[in-house]
Every structure is written in C-alpha cells, then in structure tokens.
C-alpha cells in the first residue's frame, strides 16, 4: 500500500534501538526522485536501505534519516536480469535439471499447502454471503465443478440462482431434483410435450418455479459446441441431481469419510432410466449408461471435495481434516493438462494430484507473472554458481 515499505520495524543503531519504518530503494537519490522528501508519510522512517549511495536522505520534517548501504552481488542482478529477460515458459526452464530435486519437492509441497489456503480463502468469502451455511456452500462448489471446466461459470450461475433451501425441501423426489436443475438452467423452455416424460419435467418445474418465484437462465449460456456428449451440461446437470437426491452426497457424509473408495462410491450415480437414451431433453439417442466415469470423479475429489474438506479443517481449527485431505490428493493420480505436459518436458514430474496441483499453482502465480524473487526456486537459481 502507500507509504514506507516496511512498517513497525525494530532497528538497533549502537547502542540504541529505533522504532519506526523502514524504506528500500535501489539508489539513495530515488527517495528524493519519489517525492518522500516532501511526503509527511515518511517522517517516521528510521531507516534507508540502499545499493547504492549517491544522496542523503532528510525528511519532510529536516531530520535526517540514517543510510545502510547493502550491495547487492553484481553475478546475483545478472542472474535475476536474465530470468526476467527469459521468453521460455517459465524464466527458470534452463536451470531446473542442475537443481536438487530434496529443494524443489519442498517447494512443491509448499505450493500444495498454498494453493489450499488460497481455496480456503475464497470457500470463506462464500460462507459469509451463505451466512455460515457449509452445506450451501458445498452445493455451490459441486454445481460450478459439475461444468468440468468449459461450463463452470454457468453451472456456478445456476447454483446461485437456485436456492439450496428449495433444493433440501424437494431432496426426496428425484424427479422434482431433475426438473428444477434442468428448468432453471433453460433446457426445458420451448420443448414438444409429445415426449411424455419431459412433458412431467415441464409440469414439475412449473409448480416449484410458480410456488417458489424461480427463474431459469437462457440455455444459450451454456456451451455443448466439442464437447462429447458424456460431457453435455444436460448430462452434468441429471447426474448432479441424483447425487443430491436423498443426500447421497453432503458435506458432513464427506467428513467422516476414511478413504478414496469411500468417496469414489458417493458419486455412483443412477439417473433416471429415460436418460439411458437420452444426452438431451427431447432428443433420443443410442442407449448408454449416463453414471459418473472414474476420471470425472476424481476431478470432483481433487476440485470440490478435497478443497472444503482442507478449509473445514482450516477454519474449524481441525489439522487433522486438513491432513486427510492432502492425503486424498496424494493416493489420486496426477490431472493432465497442458500445464503438467509442459512441466513434465522440462523434467517436472507430478507423481500425484497434490503434486499436479501445486504444479499448476506454481506456473499461474509465480512463472507466469515472473515473481523468481518470491519463489524457492527462483532463489537457488539465483544462488546457484
């Protein structure tokens, strides 16, 4: 934020210690360059910190501020100028394989724990606008990882637009389920009611959308353009509601869950037999079980369980949780993306979902952005002789 760049500081200068703030330039002279000199804000800094001193520092009060000089080792800029100068994928690329793979795993379980804590963040924004309510919260979570990537921020909208509390009082009546995912995200808007069963969809849909005041989404949001059809937001969406039917799936079953299986087994799914030969509302197809695939459910472990399981843990004061859900990413297998792929040609290998994760996490906030000063890595590259 504005003002000095480090705040509260302790700094002993002989015998005496000062309290205040600390400022960092590259040159003593760029305090005058940046305005601090005549900036109030800065008066009570009680140190300079500097590469170079070409200029004394006095504040907008006349006091004069004390200097350290500390130069920096000019093979430690060349090497950072070169890592921000490298146009590879990431900066580091040419020095991955001179590195020791004991720091680099360290570093990587670091990401692990991060890219958690960062979930955990924004799972505790949604818990303040739900008012607390963690089941709430892990049906928006579901819903949105139900878009397996292409169709999350439609499937987040839907959830969003369709409370829980009306989903909780129809989670007895699997057709009712089906009805008010497929009405409210538009599929059943304009269909022949030749089809008897999307005719008692439609009937369905009407009584709860009148009873409770809903209003569907324009199925246009959605995207089914080379998507396979297993993948169809309608599929998504019939699967969706068979899972919380009865509550087949919630968050306080997934807590006292002990192992992947246990959770493997909560997303076997039946959806109701029309959808056998069907992929859409109103349009046959060639029979074929519409149940949840293996690689689909362990996307649904990795992006929605074992993120809200760590967070409960996390805001819950419970370490335990937080272990067991690392733990669960650890017995999966690594996702595959283009990300992985890249690592991977670079001599990166993800043995596991954590690892892939913090891999990810790893190149979207750090590689990508440049950020080798905040990153392990970055700093035994830079120290590497």
């Known amino acids: 934020d504005a003002g000095p760049d480090f705040f509260n500081a302790k700094v002993r200068i002989g015998d005496t210690l000062w309290a205040g703030n600390v400022e960092i330039h590259n040159k003593s002279s760029d305090w005058i360059k940046h305005g601090h000199h005549q900036d109030k804000n800065y008066d009570n800094v009680i140190l300079h910190v500097v590469n170079q001193h070409d200029s004394e520092t006095v504040a907008a009060s006349g006091n004069k501020i004390p200097v350290w000089i500390m130069p920096i080792n000019q093979s430690v800029c060349a090497k950072y100028q070169e890592l921000q100068a490298n146009t590879s994928w990431i900066p580091c690329a040419p020095h991955l394989e001179k590195l020791s793979s004991f720091e680099t795993q360290n570093w990587i379980e670091r990401m692990m724990v991060e890219k958690m804590e960062q979930k955990t963040e924004a799972i505790s924004q949604l818990l303040t606008q739900t008012k607390n309510d963690w089941e709430e919260v892990f049906y928006v979570l579901l819903s949105r990882n ?214 990810v996490h790893l190149e979207r906030n750090y590689c990508r952005h440049k950020r080798c000063l905040h990153c392990r890595i970055g700093h035994l590259v830079l120290s590497s002789s």
């Open 146 to 359: 139900f878009g397996f990537g292409i169709n999350n921020e439609a499937c987040e909208m839907m959830a969003r637009n369709t409370p829980w509390r009306i989903l909780l009082k129809n989670i007895d009546n699997r057709m009712r389920l089906e009805a008010i995912l497929l009405g409210q995200a538009g599929f059943l808007d304009e269909l022949l009611t030749e089809d008897d069963f999307i005719s008692s969809l439609q009937k369905e849909y009407r009584y709860v959308a009148h009873k409770y005041g809903l209003k569907p989404m324009y199925s246009h949001q959605w995207k089914f353009l080379r998507l396979r059809p297993s993948n169809f937001p309608t599929v998504r969406l019939v699967q969706l509601a068979n899972l919380l039917h009865k509550g087949k799936i919630s968050l306080s079953r997934i807590i006292e869950a002990n192992n992947i299986k246990e959770l493997t087994g909560m997303l076997d799914v039946k959806p109701s037999p029309y959808w056998l030969t069907h992929y859409r509302p109103g349009a046959a197809s060639p029979e074929k079980d519409k149940n949840i695939g293996q690689n689909s459910r362990e996307l649904i472990i990795i992006n929605t369980i074992a993120p809200i399981t760590f967070a409960y843990g996390k805001l819950r004061g419970n370490e335990n949780l937080c272990q067991k859900a690392i733990e669960w990413l650890e017995k999966l297998k690594p996702e595959q993306n283009s990300i992985i792929d890249h690592w991977l040609a670079h001599g990166m290998q993800a043995l596991n979902a954590a690892q892939s994760q913090a891999l």
